[in-house]
């Protein structure tokens, strides 16, 4: 069965720490990995990820994908508060271009 | 930014009513979804659409049904809602090309049966 493991499901941090966020998946049909933002509702973009050991870069926040090990991490760099949020992480797979998530990691950030 | 709306935000409704939950976008999207969120869970996909008069159930069984009659608009109806149907949907729109992935979601509707 497919499936998406985030961890941690939750962290807490101060502003202006460094933080990796980790997912693993299991799929029998990869196509892309993606990272969503989700603030209050609704998610937003963040990241795809079709092609092993190539980064995504956004200003602070970075990505990268190991096919092998079949994983991927977020990093956000100098955290803000405004980073507050869940990152969610999915896979697409077939030709359908279906997501499937995981349930999230819940990053809070102090001041 | 994203032109995909939802209504209503919130909905406390009691058992056995029917109800459809609206969304609308305005990027000529193709694609349609609409997912489902508990507290703490993943987001699960319960249906999804290529485009009109196009509707598929997704990996999470539901009660509920769609339609697409117009690309713009994709609603969600349960004929008879249920405390188990409390829950957080969510509706996403997406386009043919590059970034099919690139899902666009609305703001949600927060739907509590009694």
């Known amino acids: 069965e497919d499936k998406v493991v985030q961890s941690p499901l939750s962290l807490v941090v101060h502003e202006g720490d460094t933080v990796t966020l980790n997912c693993s998946y299991e799929?029998?049909?990869?196509?892309?990995l993606l990272w969503y933002k989700q603030e209050k509702k609704a998610p937003t973009f963040l990241f795809m990820l079709?092609?092993?050991?190539i980064e995504k870069k956004s200003g602070r926040l970075s990505s990268i994908l190991d096919k092998k090990e079949l994983f991927s991490i977020l990093n956000i760099t100098a955290t803000q508060t405004g980073d507050s949020a869940i990152y969610l992480c999915?896979?697409?797979?077939?030709?359908?271009?279906?997501?499937?998530f995981g349930k999230g990691t819940l990053l809070t950030v102090n001041p | 930014e994203a032109d995909i709306y939802q209504t209503p935000r919130y909905l406390v409704i009691g058992t056995g009513k029917k109800i459809t939950l609206e969304c609308s976008q305005t990027?000529?999207?193709?694609?349609m979804y609409w997912y489902q969120q508990d507290p703490g869970m993943e987001l699960h996909l319960i249906h999804y659409?290529?485009?009109?008069?196009?509707?598929e159930k997704g990996d999470l069984s539901s009660e509920s049904t769609v339609s697409r009659i117009r690309t713009e608009h994709f609603p969600l109806t349960l004929e008879s809602a249920r405390p188990s149907h409390t829950s957080q949907y969510l509706c996403?729109?997406?386009?043919?090309?590059?970034?099919?992935?690139?899902?666009?979601f609305g703001s949600g509707t927060q739907l509590s049966v009694l």
């Open positions: 079709t092609s092993s050991g």
């Open positions: 999915g896979f697409s797979g077939g030709s359908n271009y279906k997501l499937t």
């Open positions: 996403a729109s997406s386009e043919y090309g590059h970034l099919p992935e690139k899902l666009f």
């Open positions: 799929v029998t049909n990869f196509r892309s």
């Open positions: 990027m000529g999207h193709d694609k």
């Open positions: 659409s290529y485009g009109v008069n196009s509707t």
